[in-house]
């Protein structure tokens, strides 16, 4: 089983696409994977087969909220949630359970589960020193998705850190445009940004700086359900189209459905991310999993990504030299065609190092 209160059909936020690859990855192969949500029901999104949707019950909280109103509702709620955890074990014969984050995967929770459960907890971001004590304390393992994230809690006294990074959500029906196609995205297609509204993702750096960019900038901006404060998401998103409005060949859109993500990424000529941090990047894999070249700057896990590429250097700037270098080596990179073609092989058969079956196994490896 799956914990994460936020997790819904199609959120715009990695860890719940990375929850929902992962179970599909562990449902292709012959196990009975349970997602546990407190999120309201939600239209019908894209299909899970062989996953079980079961509901939490959380009261006096709505989505989207930040940190605080969340901590005080499960910190309250505490037995009734630990109960809930309980009988869903029972009703499905879970043997695992995966907290999916200290917070907002319930890894804090301080009731006990039962004896023969085993229990992991998995940081896609440091967790607050508030929620960390207890979650930790009672993982049986402790899970991250990368390298980065294993250094930076290796001091916290966790001894049983295993990387399983993020898988790709599978979509058969959408394959890397023909080299004809490719060709033509590469001479006049857009340059495209795909992120949940959050301060550290970079968007509005970028839009600042994006006056004089010689081709069509396009990003795709949503709402996650969390957010650093009350609020916040929507100031953001103001001041984004504040500074797009002031640029014509920028062009912002909304949320994206998870089966709208690999064809829009697929039709950019480039895809930057300008995060100053990921844990990961999984907007980034994304992107390479239909071969479109990612121009991003040298932080978290995405030289971990990129490097293995052997385009590296093309491929990512230093953050200090800001958004003006991203749009550089996005520009240089789609002036080289041959360049370009190699990029885009390379990136592909990076991508597909991910398969969700493939990350499955190295799950039931790690909380074995």
Same mark, same amino acid.
């Given at each position: 089983?799956?914990?994460?209160?936020?997790?819904?059909?199609?959120?715009?936020?990695?860890?719940?696409?990375?929850?929902?690859?992962?179970?599909?990855?562990?449902?292709?192969?012959?196990?009975?994977?349970?997602?546990?949500?407190?999120?309201?029901?939600?239209?019908?999104?894209?299909?899970?087969?062989?996953?079980?949707?079961?509901?939490?019950?959380?009261?006096?909280?709505?989505?989207?909220?930040?940190?605080?109103?969340?901590?005080?509702?499960?910190?309250?709620?505490?037995?009734?949630?630990?109960?809930?955890?309980?009988?869903?074990?029972?009703?499905?014969?879970?043997?695992?359970?995966?907290?999916?984050?200290?917070?907002?995967?319930?890894?804090?929770?301080?009731?006990?589960?039962?004896?023969?459960?085993?229990?992991?907890?998995?940081?896609?971001?440091?967790?607050?020193?508030?929620?960390?004590?207890?979650?930790?304390?009672?993982?049986?393992?402790?899970?991250?998705?990368?390298?980065?994230?294993?250094?930076?809690?290796?001091?916290?006294?966790?001894?049983?850190?295993?990387?399983?990074?993020?898988?790709?959500?599978?979509?058969?029906?959408?394959?890397?445009?023909?080299?004809?196609?490719?060709?033509?995205?590469?001479?006049? %297609?857009?340059?495209? #940004?795909?992120?949940?509204?959050?301060? $550290?993702?970079?968007? !509005?750096?970028? =839009? +600042? &700086?994006? *006056?004089?960019?010689?081709?069509?900038?396009?990003?795709?901006?949503?709402?996650?359900?969390?957010?650093?404060?009350?609020?916040?998401?929507?100031?953001?998103?103001?001041?984004?189209?504040?500074?797009?409005?002031?640029?014509?060949?920028?062009?912002?859109?909304?949320?994206?459905?998870?089966?709208?993500?690999?064809?829009?990424?697929? %039709?950019?000529?480039? #895809?930057?991310?300008?995060?100053?941090? $990921?844990?990961?990047? !999984?907007?980034? =894999? +994304? &992107?390479? *999993?239909?071969?479109?070249?990612?121009?991003?700057?040298?932080?978290?896990?995405?030289?971990?990504?990129?490097?293995?590429?052997?385009?590296?250097?093309?491929?990512?700037?230093?953050?200090?030299?800001?958004?003006?270098?991203?749009?550089?080596?996005?520009?240089?990179?789609?002036?080289?065609?041959?360049?370009?073609?190699?990029?885009?092989?390379?990136?592909?058969?990076?991508?597909?190092?991910?398969?969700?079956?493939?990350?499955?196994?190295?799950?039931?490896?790690?909380?074995?």
């Amino acid at each position: 089983m799956l914990v994460l209160v936020s997790w819904t059909p199609d959120a715009p936020a990695g860890i719940e696409r990375a929850t929902a690859a992962l179970a599909l990855g562990l449902a292709r192969n012959g196990h009975r994977p349970v997602i546990a949500t407190a999120a309201p029901p939600q239209p019908e999104g894209p299909g899970l087969p062989g996953v079980t949707i079961a509901r939490l019950r959380l009261d006096d909280v709505q989505f989207p909220c930040d940190d605080d109103v969340l901590r005080r509702a499960v910190t309250y709620q505490d037995t009734r949630l630990t109960r809930q955890i309980r009988d869903l074990i029972t009703e499905h014969r879970i043997d695992t359970v995966l907290f999916t984050d200290a917070l907002w995967g319930l890894g804090r929770l301080r009731g006990d589960i039962p004896g023969h459960v085993r229990r992991a907890l998995a940081a896609h971001v440091k967790p607050h020193t508030l929620d960390a004590g207890p979650a930790l304390a009672r993982a049986t393992r402790v899970l991250v998705p990368s390298a980065v994230m294993r250094d930076e809690l290796a001091g916290w006294g966790p001894c049983n850190l295993r990387v399983v990074p993020n898988a790709l959500m599978p979509d058969p029906t959408v394959t890397p445009p023909a080299p004809k196609l490719r060709e033509q995205l590469r001479r006049s %297609g857009p340059v495209r #940004v795909l992120a949940r509204l959050g301060p $550290e993702k970079g968007v !509005l750096d970028l =839009l +600042e &700086a994006a *006056s004089g960019w010689d081709r069509p900038l396009e990003v795709a901006l949503a709402e996650a359900g969390f957010e650093d404060s009350t609020g916040s998401q929507s100031a953001l998103l103001h001041a984004c189209r504040k500074a797009a409005a002031r640029t014509p060949n920028v062009r912002l859109r909304g949320t994206l459905a998870w089966d709208e993500v690999l064809p829009w990424l697929a %039709g950019a000529a480039v #895809v930057i991310v300008p995060s100053h941090k $990921e844990t990961f990047g !999984l907007v980034a =894999l +994304e &992107a390479m *999993s239909v071969d479109t070249p990612v121009v991003a700057y040298r932080v978290g896990n995405l030289p971990a990504l990129i490097v293995p590429t052997g385009h590296g250097d093309h491929l990512l700037v230093d953050h200090d030299e800001g958004p003006t270098a991203l749009h550089k080596a996005a520009r240089t990179l789609l002036e080289d065609d041959i360049l370009y073609a190699a990029t885009t092989q390379t990136v592909y058969r990076r991508a597909a190092q991910f398969e969700p079956r493939r990350i499955a196994d190295f799950f039931m490896e790690a909380v074995s």
